[in-house]
């Protein structure tokens, strides 16, 4: 009976460590969840305006900036800095190939000069380069791209890692799915996001089951955000029990088995 007890016993933990559904899909909604077989295809369910978001240029950045001109490469001093630049850069990081924006904000750029860049959009920067260029150059374009974007994220992820994107507009699911995605055993529920900038550091929770993590003004990830994902409460009991589930359907296949010979 004191085995059979403890086999029951081993079952409930084993129940209990089950991982369902609603701990693991993505920005739930409640009617959704209810409705969601009765739901027509193409429907729009209802709609969300999206918190608004412009990336500001800040010290420590890297820029990458081109500009291009109808004016002939022997007389165009963008050209040749360019190019003078891309015979070096064979061999380096690509982060080491841009502009640095300094402590002050600023950069230094061929021809150019001084420009102070930090607190400023890429698109500002961008008139702003295109102005001057067009003393030197006929029809300048200016393209402007940040080479280190960066983010890092921790915990219960298949790849605990730093990102670099070139792309500064990305949203909380888009640096998930760039890192492979959260593990079963995640809680979604209660990620920790830390943000610095300025010397204040923020630590603040996000819920990625709740569908309205769209309106949170934490939705889009910002240069040097750290992620960190916990584990469940089921981690422990679904590790432990899990390496230990075959040696306990064996103990119980001899133990009923020499109780079938005995009887």
């Known amino acids: 009976m004191k085995f059979f007890n403890t086999a029951f016993l081993f ?3 084993i129940t209990s460590s089950c991982v369902t559904n609603k701990k693991v899909q993505y920005m739930q909604h409640d009617d959704v969840n209810a409705r969601q077989h009765s739901l027509p295809t193409d429907t729009v369910v209802r709609t969300y305006n999206l918190p608004e978001y412009t990336y500001l240029i800040q ?3 890297v820029l990458s900036i081109r500009i291009q001109s109808l004016t002939g490469e022997e007389y165009d001093f963008f050209a040749r800095a360019q190019n003078q630049g891309n015979q070096g850069a064979a061999n380096r990081n690509q982060s080491m190939i841009g502009e640095l ?11 150019v000069g001084r420009l102070k860049v930090s607190g400023k959009t890429i698109f500002e920067v961008q008139d702003e380069i295109k102005e001057l260029a067009g003393q030197y150059v006929a029809e300048p374009v200016v393209r402007i791209r940040i080479l280190n974007f960066r ?5 219960e992820v298949d790849n605990e890692q730093t990102i670099t994107v070139q792309n500064h507009r990305v949203t909380l ?5 760039l890192a492979g995605g959260l593990g079963e055993l995640a809680d979604r529920s209660q990620v920790k996001l830390i943000r610095s900038n300025g010397g204040v550091t923020k630590v603040v929770y996000v819920n990625l089951l709740e569908e309205d993590i769209m309106t949170s003004p934490y939705y889009y990830i910002h240069q040097g955000d750290i992620l960190i994902i916990p584990p469940l409460r089921q981690r422990p009991m679904r590790r432990y029990f899990g390496q230990n589930l075959a ?3 064996s103990t119980v296949s001899v133990v009923l088995l020499a109780i079938n010979l005995i009887n």
Do not use: T
């Open 59 to 61: 010290p420590e950045d």
């Open 11 to 13: 079952l409930i933990i």
């Open 173 to 177: 699911p888009e640096a998930i799915a």
């Open 151 to 155: 983010y890092s994220i921790l915990g």
């Open 247 to 249: 040696l306990f359907v």
């Open 101 to 111: 924006v300094d402590p002050e904000g600023m950069i230094d750029y061929p021809v």
